[in-house]
Every structure is written in structure tokens, then in C-alpha cells.
């Protein structure tokens, strides 16, 4: 079945510092895949999205690229605020009227 | 638009006793799924349903019950509560094939914190 791995964590990073979060996947086909982020008492909240291979998803300075061939979806940010600071998880889903399949998400601390 | 709206907040139960989690969404989405988060475990699927009328079991979905009479509501009925189901329970909704287009992006309630002793 479809599954979702993404890099142990947590990481702790210094405000500025350039951020990379692995993620890939186990997936038939081409699903869609995203970003999910969760800031501290809130729910989920839609970070990025890319539904095809090679599509780079990006928002508020964050991308992530489908890569097929790697079957990856890397987060990176450039330079990290301590607004950063929350728990991100990265999911795919089979199309509307999906699931969602989630990795175990990964918890970043932006140290000021 | 509220958007996804859960309730309670928070709820403490006794292992035995039944209650219900409230999920409402005023998007007019067709697709509504129940998750649980559970530490080092991410998010996994309980409840989804893809319709009014229409529900089908996800992952985890012992212990729960769901229904959905209307598009907009989606209630988690536990039956008989465990400790093992002392867990953060995010309701989600997304457009499904309603409308113009599909979109397969789903969004969350804030999330209702259940604890079980």
C-alpha cells in the first residue's frame, strides 16, 4: 500500500539557517502530493502542493519538487524565522475523494 | 465562511462512557473524514465518507461509529471509550467532484484533544 516516510527528527535550527525536511513516498502512479503544517494548539493547515512530476509547489518562501524519479518531495526554505516553528508533515492522496496518507511528521524549532 | 468547525475543544471521559465529536463545515465540501493524531504516528484515518448518506471505514476504525445525514455535518460517535483512544481527533473536508473542478486538498478543524481514564 501507499506509504509516506519522512526524516526523524526534531531539528533545531538557528533563525536564518537554510532548511531541507526529506520526505519520500511508496506510491503507485502519480499521486498528488503536499505539505501539511501545524503550527502550536492548531489544526493542519495546507503549506504546499504539487500534483504532477517535476511541479515545484511553494509558499511563503517554502518549495518542495515532485521528483518521480526519486519518488521525493523535499521541503526547503532558504532562511528560517522563529515563525517557522511548528510540526510538518508531508502526505499524498490519490485524487479527490482520497485519503490522505501521512508520514510520522517532524517537529522544527527556530531558535532566535 | 467558518470553514471546519470541531467541538468540544477538549473532553475528558471515563473509560465506558459513549460521546460524540461534532465536525460542521459551511463550504459545501463533498468529501468528510475523521483522523487521529497519535505521537511518532502522524495522522491515520478513521471515518470518511464522500457524500450525504455515504461512509466507509478507514484505517483505525474500531471503537467509532460516524454518520452523514446532511453535507455539512459529520459526527464521530464513540461507543464505549478506551484509554487507547486518548488522542488529538482532527476532522477534514475537501471539495471532492463538486463543482466546476476536483481539487483533492483537504482541509482541517482545529482538532478536539480526548483524553480517557
Known amino acids: 500500500g501507499d506509504s509516506v516516510t519522512q526524516m526523524e527528527g526534531p531539528v533545531t535550527l538557528s533563525e536564518e539557517a537554510f532548511l531541507t525536511i526529506n520526505c519520500t513516498y511508496t506510491?503507485?502512479?502519480?499521486?498528488?502530493l503536499f505539505w501539511y503544517v501545524q503550527y502550536p494548539g492548531e489544526g493542519l493547515q495546507l503549506l504546499l502542493k504539487?500534483?504532477?512530476?517535476?511541479d515545484k509547489g511553494s509558499n511563503k518562501g517554502f518549495e518542495a519538487t515532485y521528483r518521480k524519479e526519486t519518488t521525493s518531495f523535499h521541503l526547503e526554505k532558504g532562511s528560517v524565522q522563529v515563525s517557522d516553528s511548528a510540526v510538518y508533515f508531508c502526505?499524498?492522496?490519490?485524487?479527490?475523494?482520497?485519503?490522505?496518507?501521512f508520514g510520522k511528521g517532524i517537529t522544527l524549532s527556530v531558535r532566535p | 465562511n467558518a470553514g471546519v468547525t470541531q467541538t468540544p475543544k477538549f473532553q475528558v471521559l471515563k473509560t465506558g462512557q459513549s460521546m460524540t465529536l461534532q465536525c460542521a463545515q459551511d463550504?459545501?465540501?463533498?468529501?468528510m473524514s475523521w483522523y487521529r493524531q497519535d505521537p511518532g504516528m502522524g495522522l491515520r484515518l478513521i471515518h470518511y465518507?464522500?457524500?450525504?448518506?455515504?461512509?466507509d471505514q478507514g484505517e483505525v476504525p474500531n471503537g467509532y461509529n460516524v454518520s452523514r445525514s446532511t453535507t455539512e455535518d459529520f459526527p464521530l460517535r464513540l461507543l464505549s471509550a478506551a484509554p487507547s483512544q486518548t488522542s488529538v481527533y482532527f476532522c477534514?473536508?475537501?471539495?471532492?467532484?463538486?463543482?466546476?473542478?476536483?481539487?483533492?486538498?483537504?482541509?482541517f478543524g482545529p482538532g478536539t484533544r480526548l483524553t480517557v481514564l
Open positions: 502526505a499524498l492522496s490519490r485524487g479527490a475523494n482520497s485519503k490522505l496518507t
Open positions: 465518507s464522500v457524500g450525504a448518506g455515504i461512509t
Open positions: 477534514a473536508s475537501s471539495p471532492g467532484y463538486r463543482g466546476e473542478s476536483s481539487t483533492d486538498t483537504q482541509y
Open positions: 506510491a503507485t502512479g502519480y499521486p498528488s
Open positions: 504539487a500534483t504532477k512530476a517535476d
Open positions: 463550504m459545501n465540501h463533498e468529501y
